[in-house]
Each structure stands twice: as C-alpha cells, then as structure tokens.
C-alpha cells in the first residue's frame, strides 16, 4: 500500500494533483473572504434600510 501511495505521489502526472488543490484552496479562501466582506456589507445596508423604514413609519 505504501509503495503504490509513493509511486503515485512520485509520478510526473501526479504532480498535476498537488497543484490543482493547490488552486482549490487559494480559490477557497478567495470566495470564502469576498462572501463575509459583502455579507458584512449587505447586513449594514439592510439594518439602515429597517432603521429608515422604521423611522418612516413613526412618523405616518
């Protein structure tokens, strides 16, 4: 079992395997770190949309 992990992992066209989840993970902490800014965003915009409709309200 451990001879066939090392010949797998030793062949040049399994090198191409490290890479891509290489590129996964960067792709990942990418989208992961665009969504909570925009998330973060979207929760501001939506509180002072409440807020403005709220106060709009009270004041019918």
């Known amino acids: 079992m ?3 992990l090392r010949k797998i992992w030793l062949d040049d066209g399994g090198q191409d395997v490290p890479e891509y989840a290489l590129m996964l993970a960067l792709i990942l902490v990418i989208v992961i770190t665009t969504v ?3 998330g973060t965003d ?3 915009i939506f509180s002072k949309v ?10 019918s």
């Open 42 to 44: 979207a929760n501001t």
């Open 36 to 38: 909570t800014a925009i």
């Open 2 to 4: 451990t001879e066939m």
């Open 50 to 59: 409440e807020a403005a409709m709220a106060t709009a309200a009270a004041a």
